[in-house]
Structure formats: C-alpha cells, structure tokens
C-alpha cells in the first residue's frame, strides 16, 4: 500500500529512463526463464513514475511526477512516500546500498540521501534536464541529459563536475559496470564510452538512428540498449561491435532495461509489454504482465526479485519462486586455495551441489576458470602456468540460483627456475674472486631464498643458500674449482644442477705496513708512524704526552701503486706534525721563508699512492691550525657531521694502494 495520494499526469513515454542494477558475472549459461515466476501489481493510481531502483530483495526507491519518491523496506509489501525536498520532476534514482541513494531531473536537479530516505537533501545545478543517474559504489556516480550533458561525482553526490561527452544530442540513461568502464546513449542511435571514469567519452557505432532510451552492462564486456521500435542492441566486447536483436518480437518502444547477473535481463516499454532473458540476451521471450500502461523502469535485485515502474503511480513487482521453493543451493567446493597460494601442478576441482531440505533439487552446477564462459558440470581441473580464479554455483529446479563462488587468485607455476653464474668455464681468475648466481624464474612464482651452491664437491656436503660464492685464492700456484649450483622457486620447483668449472691462481705478494695513530692529549692533533720501533719509543718514553689508538690502515707494501713518499713535517708554531704526498706542497713548504720558518722536515714517513687506491681524507683543524688524517669513511662522516666549527674537509690526502 501507499501512504500519499496524488493527483495523476501524464507526460510524453519518452521521458523513460533507467536505475541499472548490475551485477559482475560473465557468461552465465542458459536456464528457463523463470517459467514459474509471476507480476503482480504492488501499487497504481498515483502520479508518474520514472524510475526505480533496488538493492537487495527488500529495499527500493521509486521516483516521479513533482518530486515523488516511494521507499519500500519489506519487498514491496509496503511502499511510503518520502521527503524528497524538491517538487520538480524526478527522471531516475541509482542506489549502492539500503542507506545512499541519488536522484535526478529536471533542470539539474539533484536529491540525495545517506539514510535510506529519511531525510533527502536537494540541490539544484541549473544544467539541461538530467535524465539519467548511476553509481558504482557510496561515492561515485554520474548523471546524463540533454544536451550531451555527463555529470560525475566523487563525493556520494554532494558536488558535480561537468564531463565532455563530445556531442549535443539529449542522453537518456548512463550505466557503468566499475568505476571506469561506463556508456551513454540517448537519441538518434548515439552511443558513448568511456574507459576511465568519463575523463574521456567517444561515440561507438551503434547501427541505428532510433533513439535507445536505456542501457545496461554487466560487465565491462557485456552490454544492451533498448528504444524505440523494439530496438535492442547487444554488445560482448564493451561496445566496439553493437548487433542488433530481434527476438524480442515488438516493434514497439523498449523504456528500460535491467540485468540481475550476465544471463538474466527484462526489458519494459509501452504498453506494459515486459520481455525476459536467461542466456546473456539471445533469447528474448514475453513475460506475462499485470499492466496495459507505459512501464518507463525495470530493476532486479537477483534473478527472483524485481520491479517495474510506470504510467499512473504503477508499480509491479516481480517473484521467480512459484514453485514455493523460495532457497537457493548452495555449492561446496573441494579446493578452496588461500589468498595468493602458489602450486606447482594443475589443481583439479570437485564442486558438490546440495539443495535445501525439501527443495526442488539441484537442476545444474556451473562453473568457469578464469574470465572464461560458464559450463555446466561438478568437475573439473585448472591448468596453465600464471594466475587463476574459478567462480560456480548452482541452480534448482524452481530456478533458484546461488549466488556466484569465486575463489581466491592462485598461482599455478610447472617451470622450473634457470640460475646463472658469472663465473666462465675455463677461465683462469687471478686472487680470490666472489661469483654472483643469478635465478631467474619469468612469469613464475619466484625464487626466495631459493638458490643453493657447493664448491668442489656434492657428495654428502651441506649445500649453501645464498647468492654469493667466495673462492680464496692458493697461495702459490693454481687450483681447479667445481662449481655446483640451483635454484627452487617458491612453488616448489627444482632446478636440475649446474655446474661450472675454473681455476683460480695467487694474486701478487701482498706484505702489510701497520700504521699506528697516537691522540696528542696536549695539543688534540694527532700522530702517526709507521716505524715499530718509533712507536714503541713513543709509547715507552711519552706515554704521558701521546695516548695510542691502535692501527689507522694497513699499507700494501708490495703494491707498485705505495711507492710516492708522505713526507713528514714538525710544526714548531703548534707542536704538531703535518704529512704530504704532494710535491708541490713539500716544495712549496721547503722553500717558502714563511713555511720554512715554521715547518722542520722530518723525511719520508712511509710510502703511499697518490692516484689508486682507499682514500686517505686529510681535514685542518680550523681552532688550532693542526691537521687530521683518516681512511675511515665513517669517521669521516662523523667528523663532517658532529664537528662543522673545528674540522674543515680538504679532500684527499692521499691513497693507500691495495
């Protein structure tokens, strides 16, 4: 029943639009066509309706004539009027779940609410007539009209933008089947898409010059659009090719159309005519209707449950369970994979179909891998390298269907990885050497920790995890090495092992010059010798004056490289000593009267590089006019860092050749 009575108009059929509840299945096979549902008149004799939407068996909104809008709660058994702020013309109505829900109309009027009717808000955007609204979820939706008008909004309808839609013919009815995919049509046959969420519209070729009144898709692929003369065009590749269907057997005008999954559709025109589909819409067929008036909306919340709107406040609700059946089956299956789970072979699968106790029975199963078609059957096996999913459910006799299964994404991988080595087979390699494996595992699970290797021998030996393989190198001579290595990626697939085999030999005579580094706690410079016998004479007879702080760096002294001398120099103004490889810089101190005056040479410190080699920093101490002298990069930064206003950088001192 009704609680508000209102006097009746009438306005020209072609004001038709569409609430679309879509639903995102693909390829659902054929079943009848709900032989043993029924329409029955829920409510007439009000002003026009134009649209209705649902969401859920229960809950529907239906608009019209001076603002109107209806709410039933308990699938129509009761239908109240509410507040809907506005007394303009109301064209459509779109909802996402029993609390939000926007409508549209004339002149850019827009009515929203977040509480399932309770209170609605208007707000009036002063656009051409909007004809059309749709949303993909609580806050994005779009609105079409006259003009080529497209409205989005991301903010559940609180605030519009205007959309180029790239043409001036009035639009009648928007849908979307995500938040990017969407399509428009209106009159003269115009047709647009849009594949990120309308910052961009192009016109498809529709085939026809009739107006279409509505469209609907239930998957980014699957389409159709209704209008005049019985029209109805089918798309399977999201609108690239529309064809043209006839088996509708009417010439006369298509209002509206509505899908609950990819295989069940109603279409409603004039006349109160209502044409239904079981098979993604190749097989129209003649439905039984309640009503002789223009019906201007469908909607359907699942393939049981729906309503059409019309004419004279008319609405008509539609049930699928004549057969007192009203519970679908439900559909357990034998492998249930987490989230993300890899296996390294095809995966078969059992589905076990079971009807409630005293149903119908379970007329049929289906199920599809992937992105691919429905097929009827309980078992079947999941094959292919790469990523899957497989979506069933069942079907009874009184056309009950479950609601669609999908499991989580997993990863089928039977290749096993393929692991190189740097290392080149019967090379000589001079020094100790470390040779990196690289796995690889292209379009495969991947290898984790997953790469093992053995030196020499694999008989009974731990193998290593790890990427990295050191081989010392003999001290004189040359040693043959074997190589063995293989990788496992994260499905469990093994390489089968490889191996390489080199040699490595000795690398140059390497003898080790320690040099030791005293803290002068007078002056707060520092000292440095490389002479062992200076530096027990420092430690023995100024242990007071000179505190050690063990070895600075160590000198490669048979590196050809460590054969410039770092001359030594004792500053008598600040009692410290100064060290340079550069001759230029001893020169310049030798023979400059001011330098010479303050600087005492003290001869060749010990030798270094000054081209290769680790970086020795030298700093100046900008307090005392001392300098500092360090091959630790982290000391360097520490000093850089900690103490700006004592030490300034300035560069490298010298090289220590390895």
Sequence with gaps: MMTRSIARRHIAPTLAVVALVLAALVGLPASPAHATGTWATQASGYEDLYSVACTGAATAWAVG?????????DGGAHWTAQNSSTNKYLYSVACTDTTHAIAVGVGGIVATTNDGGAHWTSQNLMTPDLSSVTCTETSHGWAVGAEGTILATTDGGAHWVAQTSGTQESLTSVAFSDATHGWAVGLDGTILATTDGGAHW???????????????????????????????????????????????GTTDQLLSVAFSDAAHGWAVGAFGEIFAMTDGGTDWAAQTSPTAVWLRSVAFSDAGHGWAVGQGGTIIAYNGSGSGDTTAPTTTSSFNPPAGAVFSANQPVELTPTDNSGGSGVKATYYKIDSGTFTSGTSFTVTGDGLHTFSYYSVDNANNSENVHTSNQFRIDTIKPVTTCDAVGGQTYTGAQTFTLTPTDTNGSGV???TYWQLDSTLGGAWTNGTSVPVAAPVSGSVSHTLYFHSRDVAGNIEDMKQVTFSVEAGPAQTWLPVWRFYDTRTGAHFYTADPTEKASVERELSKAYRPEGVCFEINTA???????????YDTKTGTHFYTADVNEKNHIMTDPTSKAIYRPEGVAFNVSTTTGEPVWRFLNIQ???????ADPTEKANTTKNFPNVYRLEGVGFYIGQ
């Design 559 to 569: 590196n050809a490289a460590n054969s410039m001398p770092l001359w030594r120099f």
């Design 624 to 630: 005392t006019g001392a300098h500092f002298y360090t």
């Design 202 to 248: 192009v016109a498809q070729t529709s085939g026809t010059l009739r107006t279409l009144d509505s469209v609907a898709f239930s998957d980014a692929a699957h389409g159709w659009a209704v209008g005049a003369n019985g029209t109805i065009l089918a798309t399977t590749d999201g609108g690239a090719h529309w064809v043209a269907q006839t088996s509708a």
């Design 448 to 450: 984790v920790d997953g």
């Design 65 to 73: 004539q001076d603002g109107l809008i209806f709410a039933t709660t």
